[in-house]
């Protein structure tokens, strides 16, 4: 007698990629593929079932400047082992010459400089961030079409079999480690289908939102440049290519406002129990993403334009106690002198100097 049979569903993942998925999604926008690829990597290895001799995965992100390639990567480590920092970033440019190389596996024994050099790429420096939990290491090779021969080599060896052979003969393993390599190949056709025509888009242009068809001619320009670039043995090996998307400016809204939830992070840590809030209006966010954001280079600029034009005079108004524990601060921009403006609101009497209107002004 045949037994019962139940539909199962192999679309559901577990609870440790699940998590990852999420943590993913609340701090990178608009990069769906991207998040999906890398929770999918993640599930597989956490089921045990990543290939054996391999690391736990290779993603290749391609792109426009300031779309989150390095950000997603710090994210994925943020998530997994609490610190965005564990992420070993190797600036691929950075290595041209042999003596550099020695920077990563250090130099063999005998040579100059052999006892001082600390490689950057030993097992130490791979599992020093490494949970009780999780045993994952996050190594970033940034700019790889800017890689010399033997960086290529150092590259093949650890995608193709984990491991790598250092200087003095030791081996580092690399097979709990997920490998992000980026690359801004293609850039320049995605950016001309992107914005036909023109060299140079107006600071003030709205960042358009990119119809499917776009998106998808876009994402073949970059995978094409990569094949054009990289050599099949070097693509064959590695497990997802994504093509970060160009963020349109509902993308880099979302942004301003991560970014300003983590300035409210910072005055909570930096204040304690005298934290104080503060609200922003539209207009002052939209002060942010006009300063910070670009549509040839994403949000590259954002952080630098929060800094300048909320943190700064923020801490000013910290250090100088005109804003103290428990005050509602009210951030707005001011259009007839183009900057930001602070005001906070007295809430039972009027203060002995300045007035309750008394506004201040951003530099
Ligand atoms: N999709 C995104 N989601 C959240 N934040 C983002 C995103 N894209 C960019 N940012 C913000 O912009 C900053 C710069 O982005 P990031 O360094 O990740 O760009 P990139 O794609 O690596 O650019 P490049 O090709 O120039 O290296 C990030 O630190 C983050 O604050
Ligand atoms: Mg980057």
Redesign the pocket.
């Known amino acids: 007698m045949a037994g019962l049979k139940m539909l199962l569903d192999p679309t559901r993942v577990g609870r440790e990629a699940e998590k990852l998925e999420v943590d993913l999604h609340k701090?990178?926008?608009?990069?769906e593929s991207a998040v999906r690829q890398i929770t999918g990597i993640y599930q597989t290895f956490v089921a045990g079932m990543s290939s054996p001799g391999r690391p736990i995965g290779s993603l290749l992100f391609l792109?426009p400047?300031?779309?989150?390639?390095?950000?997603?990567v710090e994210a994925v480590a943020e998530s997994l082992v609490g610190d965005p920092r564990a992420v070993i970033k190797i600036d691929c440019a950075e290595f041209q010459h042999s003596h550099e190389i020695a920077k990563l596996i250090g130099s063999p024994p005998g040579y100059l400089g052999h006892r001082e050099t600390h490689p950057l790429l030993s097992q130490d420096v791979l599992d020093q961030h490494h949970t009780a939990t999780v045993k994952v290491s996050f190594v970033l090779f940034?700019e790889i079409e800017k890689a010399s021969d033997s960086l290529w080599n150092l590259l093949l060896g650890i995608l193709d079999k984990a491991t790598l052979t250092l200087g003095d003969n030791r081996r580092v393993d690399f097979s709990r480690a997920l490998i992000f390599m980026?690359s801004?190949l293609g850039a320049a056709e995605m950016g001309s289908i992107l914005r036909p025509g023109l060299g140079f888009t107006s600071h003030d242009a709205e960042h358009q939102p990119v119809d499917e068809k776009t998106a998808d001619r876009v994402s073949r320009a970059g995978v094409d440049a990569a094949r054009r670039k990289f050599t099949p043995e070097f693509l064959n090996r590695i497990d997802r290519t994504v093509v970060?998307n160009s963020?349109g400016t509902p993308?880099l809204r979302q942004?301003v406002d991560?970014?300003l939830q983590s300035v409210r992070d910072r005055i909570s840590r930096a204040t304690g129990t005298k934290a104080f809030e503060f609200t922003i209006d539209d207009g002052a966010k939209d002060f942010l993403l006009k300063e910070g954001t670009d549509p040839r280079y994403?949000?590259?600029h954002?952080?630098r334009a929060v800094e300048r034009s909320l943190v700064q005079p923020m801490s000013n108004l910290i250090a100088t106690g005109q804003v103290q524990s428990g005050d509602q601060l009210m951030v707005e921009f001011d259009s007839g002198c183009s900057r930001l403006v602070f005001l906070k609101e007295f809430k039972d009497s009027v203060p002995q100097t300045g007035t309750p209107s008394e506004k201040s002004v951003a530099a």
């Open positions: 701090r990178i926008i608009g990069q792109g400047t300031g779309s989150g390639k390095t950000r997603t940034d980026t801004n970060f963020l993308e942004i991560l970014e994403g949000a590259r954002l952080k």
